[in-house]
């Protein structure tokens, strides 16, 4: 589905950020093992939850989802099955398009006494598994995957786990989830150190359900544990609000209230990064929601200037860097993304991808292995971008359709549907135009 915006004199208005998409990935799986049964309120509509939910069901859980209350998210209520409650899935697993689901379900199937098979969609089937597969192996996992353990399809066979020690050679929060939730059923300690932080959904919401996960600096471990149901309340998605955020910067006349937006410190490095770049940001009722900072989140236009993005910040914005990157587009001066490698194995290789299409709107892009430099151009030539069948890509796209000389067109639009299926209709709630 082609999708065409132009933007409006003037943008404005309010926007509720959408369910994290994180938070509720996690909500919907350590429910589904605990005892007992929870309602997660503010679920995220988009489809790779759905893919979440779809595979626990395939595993026995029995979970309903009801629309939510005005302004918010579905409500999903979960029959956790405990720690050792799965049944053999007779179907293969299918993980869509979604990382987490893959990596996170991969450190929950691994040693159990179940068969399963585990894959998702090409982008999926094409992404590193090895990083999971490896370590869960050495914890004694029978698994095995394509290309020598790498790639999905993965099959699950059973072992017994035991504790480890682990340096993680990325530092991925996918990764240190899967090998935390492994560690739930260990014999003995999961020791894992990291190279940076990332972010820490996993560890406040196993502690809020009775685990033992620790931190202390870079090592997180954890102890075999029973996991305890627990009502979550699902903040707004910070990487989704993060459009909106760079919308309201860049163009000339705007100002942009969002509301209730997760600001978890290990989420937050785009507000950060944008204020590095002179943006008006302001954070007000700041609050506390089922142990995750809340706030709403008001920006208006400001003139940008280019900076570097690398180091320990990047696992902090690692999702909002092809948003950030039209924020550099119109900043003055140039911005270096560095240390952001990982970009090139996330849904698609996203330092191509936002290379591709800044070059036909008129951006001069250099590109390595691990870098990306925008020199900013104060202005984006529109026409039709693909959406490289990846959401934060053709989002993106969409907010420079905001701001740029003439329309843009994204081929493949319906992709934003993978976390913000409202994407497009709150483009028009801002004065937008999209046809
Ligand atoms: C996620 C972690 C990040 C992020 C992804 C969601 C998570 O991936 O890019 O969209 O929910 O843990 P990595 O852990 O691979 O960096």
Same mark, same amino acid.
């Given at each position: 589905?082609?999708?065409?915006?132009?933007?409006?004199?003037?943008?404005?208005?309010?926007?509720?950020?959408?369910?994290?998409? #994180? *938070?509720?990935?996690? #909500?919907?799986?350590?429910?589904?093992? =605990?005892? %007992?049964?929870?309602?997660?309120?503010?679920?995220?509509?988009?489809?790779?939850?759905?893919? !979440?939910?779809?595979?626990?069901?395939?595993?026995?859980?029995?979970?309903?989802?009801?629309?939510?209350?005005?302004?918010?998210?579905?409500?999903?209520?979960?029959?956790?099955?405990?720690?050792?409650?799965?049944?053999?899935?007779?179907?293969?697993?299918?993980?869509?398009?979604?990382?987490?689901?893959?990596?996170?379900?991969?450190?929950?199937?691994?040693?159990?006494?179940?068969?399963?098979?585990?894959?998702?969609?090409?982008?999926?089937?094409?992404?590193?598994?090895?990083?999971?597969?490896?370590?869960?192996?050495?914890?004694?996992?029978?698994?095995?995957?394509?290309?020598?353990?790498?790639?999905?399809?993965?099959?699950?066979?059973?072992?017994?786990?035991?504790?480890?020690?682990?340096?993680?050679?990325?530092?991925?929060?996918?990764?240190?989830?899967?090998?935390?939730?492994?560690?739930?059923?260990?014999?003995?300690?999961?020791?894992?150190?990291?190279?940076?932080?990332?972010?820490?959904?996993?560890?406040?919401?196993?502690?809020?359900? %009775?685990?033992? *996960?620790?931190?202390?600096?870079?090592?997180?471990?954890?102890?075999?544990?029973?996991?305890?149901?627990?009502?979550?309340?699902?903040?707004?998605?910070?990487?989704?609000?993060?459009?909106?955020?760079?919308?309201?910067?860049?163009?000339?006349?705007?100002?942009?209230?969002?509301? %209730?937006?997760?600001?978890?410190?290990?989420?937050?490095?785009?507000?950060?990064?944008?204020?590095?770049?002179?943006?008006?940001?302001?954070?007000?009722?700041?609050?506390?929601?089922?142990?995750?900072?809340?706030?709403?989140?008001?920006?208006?236009?400001?003139?940008?200037?280019?900076?570097?993005?690398?180091?320990?910040?990047?696992?902090?914005?690692?999702?909002?860097?092809?948003?950030?990157?039209?924020?550099?587009?119109? =900043?003055?001066?140039?911005?270096?993304?560095?240390?952001?490698?990982?970009?090139?194995?996330?849904? !698609?290789?996203?330092?191509?991808?936002?290379?591709?299409?800044?070059?036909?709107?008129?951006?001069?892009?250099?590109?390595?292995?691990?870098?990306?430099? *925008?020199?900013?151009?104060?202005?984006?030539? %529109?026409?039709?971008?693909?959406?490289?069948?990846?959401?934060?890509?053709?989002?993106?796209?969409?907010?420079?359709?905001?701001?740029?000389?003439?329309?843009?067109?994204?081929?493949?639009?319906?992709? =934003?549907?993978?976390?913000?299926?409202?994407?497009?209709?709150?483009?028009?709630?801002?004065?937008?135009?999209?046809?």
């Amino acid at each position: 589905m082609p999708v065409t915006v132009s933007g409006p004199p003037q943008l404005r208005g309010e926007i509720t950020a959408p369910g994290d998409k #994180s *938070v509720s990935h996690r #909500s919907a799986m350590f429910n589904a093992i =605990a005892g %007992g049964s929870a309602t997660v309120t503010n679920f995220s509509p988009g489809a790779d939850c759905s893919s !979440t939910l779809d595979i626990l069901r395939a595993l026995g859980v029995e979970i309903d989802r009801e629309p939510g209350q005005e302004g918010l998210g579905d409500m999903v209520h979960i029959n956790g099955v405990g720690m050792h409650g799965f049944a053999e899935p007779s179907v293969i697993l299918d993980a869509g398009n979604s990382g987490t689901t893959t990596r996170l379900m991969s450190g929950i199937l691994a040693g159990r006494d179940i068969f399963a098979i585990l894959t998702g969609d090409a982008s999926i089937r094409s992404r590193p598994m090895g990083r999971v597969v490896a370590p869960l192996r050495q914890m004694g996992a029978e698994i095995f995957g394509r290309k020598d353990n790498t790639l999905a399809p993965l099959v699950f066979a059973g072992g017994d786990l035991r504790g480890m020690r682990y340096e993680m050679p990325v530092a991925s929060a996918q990764l240190k989830s899967s090998l935390l939730l492994a560690g739930l059923r260990a014999d003995g300690e999961t020791r894992l150190v990291q190279p940076a932080q990332s972010r820490d959904h996993t560890e406040r919401m196993l502690n809020a359900m %009775g685990a033992s *996960v620790t931190t202390e600096g870079n090592e997180v471990s954890v102890t075999p544990s029973e996991l305890g149901a627990d009502d979550d309340y699902v903040p707004g998605d910070i990487s989704s609000a993060a459009f909106w955020m760079v919308a309201g910067l860049v163009h000339p006349n705007a100002e942009i209230m969002i509301r %209730g937006v997760g600001i978890n410190p290990t989420r937050a490095g785009v507000i950060d990064a944008l204020k590095m770049m002179n943006a008006d940001i302001t954070l007000e009722n700041e609050r506390d929601a089922a142990g995750e900072p809340v706030a709403d989140i008001l920006v208006r236009s400001s003139d940008l200037k280019g900076t570097v993005i690398g180091g320990e910040i990047v696992p902090l914005l690692i999702d909002e860097i092809p948003v950030l990157a039209v924020a550099a587009a119109l =900043a003055e001066g140039e911005t270096r993304f560095e240390d952001a490698e990982e970009l090139r194995v996330k849904e !698609t290789d996203r330092i191509a991808a936002t290379a591709d299409w800044m070059t036909a709107a008129g951006v001069t892009v250099e590109t390595t292995a691990d870098t990306m430099t *925008v020199h900013g151009a104060g202005r984006l030539l %529109g026409g039709n971008f693909n959406g490289h069948h990846d959401h934060r890509i053709a989002m993106s796209e969409g907010i420079a359709g905001l701001i740029s000389e003439s329309p843009v067109t994204i081929t493949g639009a319906e992709i =934003a549907s993978i976390s913000y299926p409202q994407f497009w209709a709150e483009i028009e709630k801002l004065g937008g135009a999209v046809e």
